[in-house]
């Protein structure tokens, strides 16, 4: 039974935002490398296979043994039980355009990186060709995908929300470092980069991210 937080994960995967947040509300907790894609998998692979059949990050097993998976229910539930300023008020317009904006990337890019990373699990040819078909074709849901968050948040100067950073901002940042989506959002949607690069900058973030991606 464990009496702080646990949560698998493995560098460069979307558990890097829970990361993020566990520091944010100043929580007890342990990180157990479970890469999946590593050769041999990560150390704590198989016990993440106990917990969450598909063995998938981010997974979080709260204090006395509770199992949360899904990314966005994994940081939603922190920020219900550890009220804080990282998400807006209850109730309130900001609060719900973060959820949605956390739910439509999760749903739409993150589904999408899913596809494109094991293009095996979503054809059943087996011709590296068909693969590639598959692959390129989450490719272009994730630009999709991004060019809709981009033009919902076009022109804006601090962060998705106004002046100061959530959850929300952190969730995408997150996201959008994935199969150079940065590189394409530097083209297509240049200010909408920048904002990701302002999170990217936060003293919270940075050096996280730079465990992560360095
Ligand atoms: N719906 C899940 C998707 C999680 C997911 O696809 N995680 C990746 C790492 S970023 C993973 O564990 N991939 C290994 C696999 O699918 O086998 C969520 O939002 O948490």
Known sequence: MTTRYVL???NRSGAASVEVMLQAL???????????????PGPFFDELKT???????????????EI?????AVLWTLMERHPSEWVPAPSTRERAACLRWMTFASSTVYAAVGVA????????????????????????????????????FAQKTGFLL???????????ANLSRWWR?????????????AMMQRVDRLPLVAPIWKRHWS
């Not at 990373?117 to 390129?136: K, L, N, Q």
């Not at 106004?162 to 995408?172: I, S």
């Open 8 to 10: 698998y994960t493995a």
């Open 26 to 40: 100043g929580l007890d907790f342990e990180l157990k490398d479970a890469t999946p894609w590593s050769d041999p």
């Open 51 to 65: 917990v969450n059949p598909l063995g998938q990050l981010p997974t979080l097993v709260a204090p006395g043994g």
């Open 68 to 72: 949360l998976t899904e990314s966005v």
């Open 117 to 152: 990373d094991y293009p095996a699990r979503w054809t059943s040819s087996r011709s590296p060709a068909a693969r590639a078909a598959v692959e390129r074709a989450a490719v272009a849901r994730m630009q999709l995908g991004w060019d809709i968050v981009a033009r919902a």
């Open 162 to 172: 106004g002046p100061r950073p959530y959850v929300c901002d952190v969730y995408l």
């Open 181 to 193: 989506m940065r590189d394409y959002l530097k083209s297509t949607h240049p200010s909408f980069a």
